[in-house]
């Protein structure tokens, strides 16, 4: 070939449930129902129900609860591999409208990870996959040309500043009759929706495309 390739690796989980969480939102919306209650009422898994009430409820989630324009909440859930750790997330978003950016102030998890060994650890594992996550989301895309990749330094590949982390809150659900799960990249999905959806609260409008750059919140918004 022409050109030297190789693996590039990434995280399917990450993309699949920002796209499958997205359309949840958007289906709760299309039969008018609140998102949390619309999982709820499609879900007979209790440990799958109980991480998305307990982190609805630590975020104060209201029922129905429009956005402000500039300001809204989403959910993301997913329990990952389908195997794995069950992971809810409660994001808030703000947004610049003239600027295009999208800031996260704060963000709420709930875990269960079957028996707890180390709480400490969890709670870091997922709060570092969302921390992760926010970086993916608003920034991080890798960029190339007919010839190659372009994105050679901080510049060409920004990522999340200090500045921009959000401050996490992750409740662990113990639960010491079931097997622990693997709890490794279990959030980075979940997160990832729940900032979609909540700029989908703020503004009415959808953003389906990776990352959320101000250029596509602009074009959204326009």
């Known amino acids: 070939m ?33 998102p949390v209650a619309f999982r709820l009422a499609h879900l007979g898994n209790r440990r799958a129900r109980a991480v998305i009430e307990t982190a609805a409820k630590n975020a104060g989630w209201k029922a129905v609860e429009k956005g402000e324009g500039a300001r809204g909440r989403g959910i993301g859930f997913a329990k990952y591999k389908t195997l794995a750790t069950y992971v809810a997330v409660v994001a808030e978003v703000e947004i610049d409208r003239k600027t295009g950016r999208i800031g996260v102030p704060r963000a709420f998890a709930a875990v269960d990870a079957g028996q707890i060994i180390n709480p400490d650890g969890l709670s870091n594992q997922i709060e570092g996959g969302m921390i992760q996550s926010t970086s993916w989301t608003l920034h991080e895309a890798v960029r190339f040309d007919r010839d190659s990749i372009t994105s050679r330094d901080w510049s060409g590949y920004p990522i999340l500043t200090m500045p921009e982390v959000p401050e996490i809150e ?40 990776l990352p959320l750059t101000p250029e596509r919140v602009r074009a959204a918004l326009s």
């Open 2 to 34: 022409p050109l030297r390739v190789s693996a590039l690796r990434t995280l399917g989980g990450y993309t699949n449930v920002f796209a499958v969480e997205s359309f949840m939102d958007e289906l709760a919306a299309a039969a008018g129902q609140d």
């Open 170 to 209: 992750v409740a662990l659900i113990d639960r010491p009759e079931e097997e622990p799960l693997g709890a490794g990249e279990a959030s980075q999905g979940p997160m990832a929706a729940a900032i979609a959806n909540a700029f989908a609260n703020a503004t009415g409008r959808r953003l389906r495309d």
